[in-house]
């Protein structure tokens, strides 16, 4: 038997090569290896959380992130796509587990304090209940369909611990019905930002993504942090606070990553040329993802019905799983 596994992600922007490296790599390879039958959810409901001022730019992303995740080979016939708020057991299953989870636990989530503390602008000093109670309603993304792995970056860790503590406290209050998931740490990577900063990200405009033209990013690629002391060509460089020697590493094959290092430290090498190099080997590199995702941008209607059969197929799934919970939680009436 295949293993249940569910991931996904908030359609609050376009995928860039940080997702790539950090989580749909990973997911492609998981599907491919023949041992998951992957769950993959476009989470707009979750995104509501703290973009319910913005539900355009929510409906927007959600066939920008589709389109992503076809584009990277993300194999409809191997994975389930699906549309979280399109699931209304989702939201059910949401309400009943908020009965087993206190608000000073969830205050105590450090995924989510993080979070809030990030997201002053838009909470002010009093966050949401929505956003506040999210850890239930993604461990009901798990368990509507029986996930039993969840690939996920060390980040979310918290969010699938909190969901372990419900599924314990629902089996143990009404009988073992949910199955509890397992988290597998995706070994991948966080990429940096091309400006140096930990993280790669749409509001810090410092991001490559899939869908860029070549133009966009070997402007990106130009405008990329170096070693800040090397101001003529033949100064003595560092690559170790380069970012574009941070690229190479990414996008360039190992021997041609050691010469470009030592000709930086040897002064041999200007930055200019560094860095025409590295965004020609980025738009490569991402050729097959970039022609892929023309493919699907040209015909919509064939994005729509793989998004339709993935939310119909999910549909399926979860109301069987709400059956077993109604049951146990003695909701069936007429049954
Ligand atoms: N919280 C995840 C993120 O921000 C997205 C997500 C929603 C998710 N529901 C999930 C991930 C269920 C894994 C399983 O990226």
């Known amino acids: 038997m295949k293993k249940r596994l569910i991931t ?14 950090g989580s749909l790599k990973k997911r492609v390879e998981m599907q491919n290896s023949g ?22 730019k929510v409906h927007k992303n959600v066939r920008e992130v589709a389109m992503d995740y076809l584009s990277v080979g993300i194999d409809p016939q191997k994975s389930t796509i699906y549309i979280q708020s399109m699931i209304p057991e989702v939201a059910e299953l949401t309400v009943f587990y908020s009965n087993l989870v206190t608000i000073a636990r969830l205050q105590r989530n450090p995924t989510v304090k993080t979070e809030i503390a990030q997201k002053k602008d838009l909470f002010g000093e009093s966050v949401t209940y929505g956003f506040l109670g999210y850890p239930v309603s993604q461990a009901a993304d798990i368990t509507a369909f029986e996930g039993e792995v969840v690939p996920v970056g060390e980040d979310q860790l918290p969010l699938i611990e909190q969901c372990h503590e419900i599924v314990r406290k629902f089996n143990s209050i009404y009988g073992d019905t949910l199955v509890e998931p397992k988290a597998v740490l995706s070994e991948a990577k966080r990429i940096k930002g091309l400006d140096g900063n930990e993280k790669m990200g749409k509001s810090l405009g410092n991001a490559i993504y899939l869908s860029d033209t070549p133009e966009e990013i070997t402007k990106k690629v130009m405008s990329a942090v170096t070693d800040p002391n090397r101001i003529r060509k033949d100064d003595l460089g560092n690559p170790d606070i380069c970012m574009v020697a941070y690229y190479h590493k990414l996008f360039t094959p190992k021997e041609e990553v050691d010469t470009v290092c030592a000709e930086c430290r040897a002064g041999k090498r200007g930055c200019v040329a560094c860095k025409k190099q590295l965004a020609h080997n980025i738009i490569e590199t991402l050729r097959p993802i970039r022609e892929k995702r023309a493919y699907y941008e040209a015909r919509p209607e064939e994005v729509d019905r793989i998004l339709i059969e993935g939310t119909t197929k999910a549909q399926k799934v979860a109301k069987e799983t709400m059956k077993k919970v109604k049951k146990a939680m003695k909701l069936d009436y007429f049954e």
């Open 8 to 21: 996904g992600d908030r359609p609050t922007g376009r995928l860039h090569i940080g997702h790539y490296f």
């Open 35 to 56: 041992e998951y039958d992957p769950y993959i959810l476009i989470a707009d409901v979750q995104a509501l959380t703290d973009n319910f001022n913005n539900p355009e």
